[in-house]
């Protein structure tokens, strides 16, 4: 059976109110008792009640995430952000995955409530969601991760319509004229971002859209449904930019399977800049987010507007992405320009 407060009391010779106090106001108990009443509880393996404590108090000492895809490396970077911010603050993180599915995180963002935890990190499956406006409305609060937000809530975010702007640009600049833009569903917001950046891109070097860029839907940004728009790409394709890393690196081993070369015989981008970019069997060219400062900061938001909801301001921070250049994209202009011209 488990050890309780009066457990600890007789053990440590001190009333049921010292126990309490030192596990809910530890500065009100001298620090000797405090040491004895913390000694008992090893020696009993004295678990507190989490559950009574945070229902007198009101809230738990737990913060919600909810991601897209937490198999995804940038998912994991923002995560530990959040935890390591969360953490220094006395707080613990429950991490939820959406699998990029509207029910499963409206269930998640139930469960979240019910645990009463003191906010709420969330990159939504859809820009605006009345979800998520009803439980500010009850007063947890909420911050948008990787998500622009409006006026009145809190959100960090970075510009992907710059990002794929850059993305584009650049392999322009090495003279690519067909190129394939691998893409995941609109409907999510980065998707839309990057996908309208690559156009501006295409737009700003005086081209036309509709006949630079070829565009390939995939259902999820996944190396699997990189692997898989490899056997969708334009045979006059001499690029492509994948909306993330991990669709880029289903498309170099998709590629690869097939003995089409990169970047000889097709420069690659990605998006995200994962740990994996870096050591892909050839290195990935990638927009590189800054993936941990985005987690922190949103939980330092976060906690700012639970702690000081009278004082807080709400803000919405954009971090500006840098492109990060490697072999997958190649480097010498002139052969780029001489594989458009051949086709």
């Known amino acids: 059976m488990a050890a309780g407060m009066k457990d600890v009391a007789n053990l440590a010779g001190v009333a049921i109110g010292t126990v309490s106090n030192v596990l809910n106001h530890p500065d009100l108990v001298r620090p000797l008792t405090r040491a004895r009443v913390e000694a008992a509880m090893e020696q009993l393996g004295f678990i507190p009640n989490g559950s009574a404590r945070q229902l007198r108090a009101g809230r ?4 919600g995430l909810v991601v897209l895809d937490v198999t995804n490396p940038f998912f994991t970077d923002v995560a530990r952000g959040v935890e390591d911010y969360a953490q220094a603050a006395g707080y613990a993180v429950i991490l939820c995955n959406s699998d990029e599915a509207h029910d499963k995180e409206r269930r998640y963002l139930r469960v979240l409530e019910e645990q009463r935890v003191r906010g709420i990190l969330i990159t939504p499956v859809h820009g605006r969601s009345p979800e998520l406006r009803r439980i500010r409305d009850r007063g947890t609060p909420v911050v948008l991760l990787d998500r622009p937000g409006s006026a009145g809530q809190c959100s960090v975010a970075v510009d992907d319509r710059r990002g794929g702007e850059i993305a584009v640009g650049y392999l322009l600049e090495l003279g690519h004229r067909r190129i394939a833009l691998v893409n995941g569903p609109t409907a999510i917001r980065q998707c839309a971002d990057r996908r309208w950046g690559a156009y501006r891109a295409v737009e700003h070097a005086g081209l036309d859209p509709g ?4 565009e390939i839907t995939v259902p999820a940004m996944n190396p699997r449904g990189g692997a898989a728009a490899a056997d969708d790409l334009p045979p006059a394709a001499t690029a492509a930019f994948c909306a993330n890393d991990m669709l880029a ?3 170099l081993r998709g590629l690869g399977q097939a003995g089409v070369s990169v970047p000889g015989d097709l420069a690659v981008v990605g998006y995200d ?3 994996f970019a870096a050591d ?4 990935l060219t990638s927009v590189r987010q800054p993936k941990y400062q985005l987690g922190r900061a949103a939980a330092e938001l976060l906690l700012d507007e639970a702690d000081r909801p009278d004082e807080h301001e709400h803000r919405r921070i954009v971090f500006t992405p840098e492109l990060v250049i490697r072999a997958s994209s190649g480097s010498a202009v002139t052969d780029a320009a ?3 011209a051949q086709t």
């Open 273 to 275: 800049d994962i740990e």
């Open 338 to 340: 001489d594989r458009t």
């Open 280 to 283: 892909a069997a050839v290195p």
């Open 211 to 214: 006949k630079v860029l070829s």
């Open 249 to 251: 690196l289903g498309l």
């Open 60 to 63: 738990s000492r737990c913060l």
